[in-house]
C-alpha cells in the first residue's frame, strides 16, 4: 500500500480587488488629511477610513462592493490610523468585527490589540459580491474616533502573485515615531511600508533581502518601489539601491539594475523555479538625509 502525504505548502490566496468602499460616516479632514472610505483599499497604509459619529463609532460600518461575486478567505484588518505612531494611539481600533456577507449572513471576528495586520480567517470560503464590516467592540486609543488604514481580502485562487509568506534581512534600522522598518515591510503588499537596512559602516552594498515563497513557482519577474514611497521628499531623503544580485533556489543568479525612480519598477530575468529568493544590493545611491537604504515593496511575478 502507497500512502501519498502532501507535504508541499498549498498557499491559495490573491489579493480580491475591491470597485468601491463606502461607510456609514466620515470623519472631518485632520491637520489636512481626509479620512474618507477608499482609503480603505488604497494600499497604503498612511491613509486611513475614521468614522465621524460623536463618540466611539460602535456601530459604524464600511462596506466593500467586488462589482461581481468573489469567493472569499480570509480578511486583513489594518487597524487604527498608521500615518505614524502618534495617531496609531489617537484613534480607537477594531476588537470585534462582525461581517455581514451579500446574502445576510454574518460572522463575528475578533482583532488582536497590536500593530500588526490582523488575519481574520473566514470558518469557511464564502461567495459574495459585498462584505459590510460593523465594528462591534473597539480598543480605545486617546482621541474619540475610530480608524482603519487598510482592508485586504484574500480569495483561494493563484490568480495573483506569488505570496511571500516570510521575508529576513541581514540587518533593519531601528523604529521610531514614523513606525518600523522591519524585513516584511518589504513584501506585504504595502505601498508606503518599507524595510530600511540598518548596517552603520554600509550604505546598503552588502546587505540582503531573503524572501521565502509560499509555493514553489517559476519566477520571471520582480516588481520593485525601491527607496521610500512615503513621499517624494523621503525619497530622496534615503540611500536606493542601484543594483542588486537575486540568487534562486535552482542555483541561479540575476543581476537586476534599478533606475533611480520613486515608482514600481518591473525587473524581468531568464524564468528560475524556486521557493526562496535572495536579493543582495551591490551599489547604493545616497539619500540627501539618511544612510540607510530602504526598499517599500516587492511583488513576485509568476
Ligand atoms: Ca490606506
Ligand atoms: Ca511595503
Not at 475614521?50 to 462596506?63: M, N
Not at 480578511?75 to 477594531?94: A, K, M, Q
Not at 537586476?256 to 544590493?281: C, V, Y
Not at 540627501?288 to 530602504?294: A, F, I, R, S, V
Request: net charge negative.
Amino acid at each position: 500500500m502507497i500512502t501519498v502525504l502532501l507535504l508541499a505548502p498549498l498557499a491559495f490566496s490573491a489579493p480580491v480587488k475591491v470597485a468601491t468602499w463606502t461607510a456609514s460616516t466620515t470623519s472631518a479632514p485632520n491637520d489636512a488629511r481626509s479620512f474618507e472610505a477608499s482609503n480603505l483599499g488604497d494600499g497604503k497604509q498612511s491613509t486611513a477610513w475614521a468614522e465621524g459619529e460623536v463618540g466611539a463609532g460602535l456601530g459604524s460600518w464600511v462596506l466593500a462592493d467586488f462589482g461581481a461575486p468573489k469567493t472569499i478567505t480570509a480578511i486583513t484588518v489594518w487597524g487604527s490610523s498608521w500615518y505614524n505612531t502618534e495617531y496609531f494611539s489617537h484613534y480607537s481600533r477594531p476588537k470585534t468585527v462582525v461581517a455581514e456577507y451579500a446574502d445576510g449572513t454574518t460572522e463575528e471576528f475578533t482583532a488582536a490589540d497590536a500593530q500588526a495586520p490582523q488575519v481574520l480567517k473566514l470558518k469557511s470560503p464564502k461567495n459574495t459580491q459585498t462584505v459590510k464590516m460593523r465594528i462591534k467592540g473597539i480598543y480605545e486609543g486617546k482621541g474619540p474616533d475610530t480608524a482603519i488604514s487598510e482592508v485586504r481580502f484574500s480569495d483561494n485562487t493563484n490568480d495573483g502573485p506569488v505570496p511571500v509568506v516570510a521575508t529576513v534581512a541581514s540587518s533593519s534600522a531601528v523604529a521610531d515615531t514614523d513606525g518600523t522598518y522591519d524585513a516584511n515591510n518589504a513584501a506585504d503588499g504595502i505601498a508606503d511600508s518599507m524595510w530600511c537596512e540598518g548596517n552603520p559602516k554600509s550604505d546598503g552594498t552588502g546587505e540582503w533581502l531573503e524572501l521565502t515563497l509560499g509555493r514553489r513557482s517559476t519566477v520571471s519577474a520582480l516588481k520593485i518601489r525601491a527607496g521610500a514611497a512615503f513621499s517624494p521628499e523621503l525619497f530622496k531623503a534615503v540611500n536606493r539601491p542601484v543594483s542588486a544580485t537575486v540568487s534562486f533556489g535552482d542555483g541561479g543568479q540575476e543581476t537586476l539594475t534599478f533606475k533611480d525612480l520613486p515608482f514600481e519598477q518591473n525587473l524581468s530575468f531568464a524564468a528560475h523555479t524556486t521557493d526562496k529568493l535572495k536579493i543582495q544590493f551591490t551599489g547604493a545611491k545616497k539619500g540627501e538625509k539618511y544612510d540607510d537604504l530602504c526598499v517599500s515593496e516587492i511583488t513576485v511575478v509568476p
